[in-house]
């Protein structure tokens, strides 16, 4: 079975600054995808970013960015140039890749705090 | 991205009672339906999985007779939470997956539950 940790309940950043939020997960598969959503106080998931286990180029996403390291089952989130807006819970999941649909395997999430 | 339709976004039942929760992909054949689970301040757990015309997979500790699912065309899933109890009450979350979505899920907004 495939676990997914993130190690950091709570966050907070200064507007404008830059935060990493962690991920680390196990899993003896090796094809799979990796997530970052995030959950405002709407509670709708909205995808952040998203990488294929596959590609060795992390991924990017305008001010969104991951560092994947695939051989420490890392897989950080770092957000730039922080805005009020990105208040909001984030969850790190994992999606093996299969011929059929599988579910995502969520962390307990990190929440993060934007200050003005 | 895919839009899914989650209805209600909240409702208020009384005890003993039941109460069906509607999930619809509205652009998109969802072969595959997720409904998740998740208590105020945690993660998201899921609950079980439906495949459009199949009996529901659920997962263990999530009682198959409190937590009917139906998955009876390629657009709908429906989640009837029978004889609702307090400790039922909680945000309820569908993600659905179809060909367009193999390699992503996309999530309904959530209906909030409370069980009085």
């Known amino acids: 079975a495939q676990t997914v940790t993130q190690s950091q309940p709570e966050m907070s950043v200064q507007e404008a600054e830059t935060v990493t939020l962690s991920c680390t997960y196990d899993t003896s598969e090796s094809n799979y995808y990796l997530f970052w959503y995030k959950q405002p106080p709407s509670r709708q998931m909205i995808l952040v970013i998203r990488q294929e286990a596959y590609k060795q180029q992390n991924a990017t996403e305008n001010r969104f960015s991951v560092n994947f390291q695939k051989a420490a089952k890392s897989f950080s989130l770092k957000i730039s140039d922080s805005q009020l807006g990105d208040t909001a819970m984030y969850f790190c999941?994992?999606?093996?890749?299969?011929?059929?649909?599988?579910?995502?395997?969520f962390g307990k999430g990190t929440r993060l705090s934007v200050i003005a | 991205g895919a839009v899914v339709s989650q209805h209600p976004s909240r409702v208020i039942c009384k005890s003993g009672t039941s109460v069906k929760i509607e999930c619809r992909s509205l652009d998109f054949q969802a072969t595959t339906m997720f409904w998740y689970r998740q208590f105020p301040k945690q993660s998201l757990m899921l609950m079980a999985t439906?495949?459009?015309?199949?009996?529901?997979?659920?997962e263990q500790g999530v009682e198959k007779d409190k937590f009917l699912i139906n998955h009876a065309s390629l657009t709908l899933s429906t989640l009837t939470v029978t004889s609702a109890h307090p400790e039922d009450s909680s945000f309820y979350i569908c993600?659905?997956?179809?060909?367009?979505?193999?390699?992503?899920?996309?999530f309904g907004q959530g209906t909030r539950l409370t069980v009085v």
């Open positions: 999941a994992f999606m093996k890749q299969n011929s059929g649909n599988t579910p995502l395997v």
């Open positions: 993600s659905a997956a179809g060909a367009r979505a193999v390699t992503e899920a996309f």
């Open positions: 439906s495949n459009e015309g199949s009996k529901a997979t659920y």
